[in-house]
């Protein structure tokens, strides 16, 4: 087992020094303190310290204390650097993700032995899920932590239920992030939550069930290019490698990692927990084009309906990534923002700031409008449970998707070439006709709803939410043509108020293709 390697690092590092940390206020490596030789630990340390500067420690107290306090003033991490998909999209892979790109909504899950205290550890503040490196926390301290770790509420069941309410199509799982603890029952490496924490248990296993169960679709997140508990692993100048146990970068070999721990651990979720329907790949790093080309084709081989996303690295993949942002514009490649419900990917301590949910249904509406699919971030606690404002917030949501989820579900971008200062447009078609939704955030105070440089004979409009009687009312329509002082369209007669307060959904049916003025000419 690739642990049982680690032993004579660990024991080097019990034997000869006890190490406490200094951190500065930015997202800098922290700076070592050391006491070498035996008997003297860290609290014999910290007591020498209070002694021999009792105003020094009770400053250094008060800096940490600010810190625990202040979530929002630690620097969080920044996005890993991507290698985009390039080219036309074959048939087969469009038939691959043409799940996916109905879908348009999943749940994205960070959850590890982070989670126990919230990013924290020992009383100090780890920032995020990359405490361990923020900290620099020895491996042989930091793999403690799965001592206490033990998820008595956790329940495959309840998450599916939650994600499934909002609206959301598939879940994506963080099978093995940065630190490298596998969150599954690895085989190939016994540093994982079923073989080392009193838990016992597969929440893999639990959850790729219960979402089949639910009819939802279930993939994994797998840390590719950086794992903290492994020696081979070199990042990018060292920027987000473990050097702190592991300190030579250049002796390190990205292709044994690859093969010990990369390879078999995918293997082993491909082969052992039924259809894994994403492999959902993290910070490619230092992985060879030939490397990522041998691990698309062992996906492939293992699971040929499997999509994976485009961190597999060198332009390999299926879709692209967007990290906490909304393009601008639409692209001709898939593509998936995936993002934060509130400041941090994993549960953290403290961290209330939860994204309202107008915030994430006009998020979700934007990004729907550009043919993207979002994958909103949620983190249970070290207990397994979500937060309550997590849950409240898919609640509002969910209720919103119950109404205007056609708007949302198997569209495409829209077909206006900007957006509307009164919000965004999304299209299906069926039968060699259209239908625009026009998602209303802004209500027209004079009752007038204008759908700019829309050419297109207007069969039918009305408002997707019924009303009282079940009803949905149907709305007058006129047509300005284009003309030398005024710019043409559509206007929509509207009611004085708004259906919904979030954004309410206006239908156009049309007869053929959206024809759409450019320039004074007009686009189908």
Known sequence: MIFSKFSSHIGLSNQYGHCHLERSDDDSPATRVCSWGEGRGKGELIQSRVREAPLKFALVLVVLFSINVRADKVVQPAPPQDTPIMGAQSAATAQKLAWWTDARFGMFIHWGLYSQDGCFYKGTNGGSEHMMQHLQIPLVEYAKIADDFDPTNFDADVIADTAKNAGMKYIIFTSKHHDGFAMFDSESNDYNIVKRTPWHRDPIAELAAACRRKGLKFGVYYSLGRDWADPDVPTKKGYRSNTWDYPDENKKDFSKYFARKVKPQITELLTHYGPIDVVWF?????????????????????QPNCIINSRVGNHFGDYNVSEQKIPGTASIQPWE??????????????????????????????????????????????KGALPQGAVKDLQAVGAWMKVNGQAIYGTTGSPFPLPFEWGRCTETTESGNTTLYLHVWNWPTNGKLFVQDLKSPVTKAYLLKSNSLGLHPKLETSYIPLGHTNEPGVVIDLPNNAPDKLSSTVVLKLKGKAQIYLSGAFTD
């Open 282 to 302: 993290d910070t490619p790093e230092e992985i060879s084009p030939a490397e990522s080309r041998e691990l698309v084709d062992l996906i492939h081989k293992l």
């Open 337 to 382: 923002t995936c993002m934060t419900l509130n400041g941090h990917w994993a549960y953290f301590k403290g961290d209330e700031k939860w994204k309202p949910p107008v915030t994430v249904i006009h998020n979700l509406i934007d990004i729907a409008s550009k043919s993207g699919n979002y994958l909103l971030n949620v983190g249970p606690t070290g």
